[in-house]
């Protein structure tokens, strides 16, 4: 017996004939017809005394009627309930993310959570990936939004579409800003900052090529910020992805493609096998509605 069929029932038995009943409904009379025959077959008796201007309820059909009211009045009761009790999650949701186009993501995300559990605080820890996967081993951070390549045999992860692009970042004023794209070539015996993560600066040697040296790398740094400061200064160029530098004056700095173009896969991930807190839990799937993928 579905919940949908008592409150066809229900509405019959108010109005007192099919075609009033059916318009409530917002069904086809036939419809409406064939629901309630299934339903007297369902409970092996005759609900209704069908005149020839209007519908009556047998016996059997008015002790259905006072059950069926009791039904979805709990019914309705529980759902109230439900909802009230997603309205009283609250805690705090710590995100650890890089600077990263990806992080472009959350205040939608977090804008539509926060509609639905007005209780639910945040912290952004901002860290290179390999710094926030051992925060998230830790126990520490609860959701984190990395940068691949990385080790997240230990995570639960969706892969986003978004990619990373990675580019020069150079002065305004450098003769290199003149050109469109930035070749191995031509950054051959230039200083250059580049990431911490060791097996980022990997894969940017592999682009450098055979003329890269270990000696051109005059700093790392973990914040593409930071390095920023330091190309500023004319101190060399940094290779950085291309998310961290929306908000930078580019009378200060700029930055090129490189090529040939260097992408990136970013995932959100979170610690498998390990019990999340309501509000991250519904955090997760939040993240998993927004982006319409399946993870891990």
Known sequence: MEIRVLR??????????INRAAEILHITQPTLSRQLAALEDEVGVRLFERG????????????????AEE???LVDRTQTELLEQDQLVEGRVVIGCGEMAAVG??????????????????DIYTANADVVKEQMEKGLVDIGILL?????????????????????????DDPLAAREVISPKDLKEKSLILPARANVRNEL??????????????????????GALMVQAGLGYSLIIEG????WDERKIVSRPLSPEIVSDSV???????????????????????LGITGR
């Open 8 to 17: 066809y029932f229900l509405t019959v038995a108010r109005e007192g004939g």
């Open 268 to 290: 959100f991930a979170w610690k498998r096998s390990q019990p999340l807190t309501p509000a991250v839990e519904k955090f997760v799937t939040e993240i998993r509605c927004f």
């Open 244 to 247: 961290a530098i929306p908000f």
């Open 105 to 122: 993501l959350l205040p939608e995300i977090v804008t539509s959570f926060h509609e639905k559990y007005p209780l639910v605080t945040y």
């Open 148 to 172: 691949e390549p990385i080790d997240i045999e230990k995570f639960d992860f969706l892969r986003l579409k978004q990619k990373e692009r990675w580019v020069a970042l150079m002065r305004p």
């Open 71 to 73: 039904i979805l009045s």
């Open 52 to 67: 020839a201007r209007k519908i009556t309820l047998t016996n059997e059909g008015m002790l259905l009627r006072r059950r």
């Open 205 to 226: 040697s592999n682009w450098l090529g055979e003329d890269f040296s270990e000696s051109q790398v005059l700093f790392t740094s973990n914040l593409a910020t930071n």
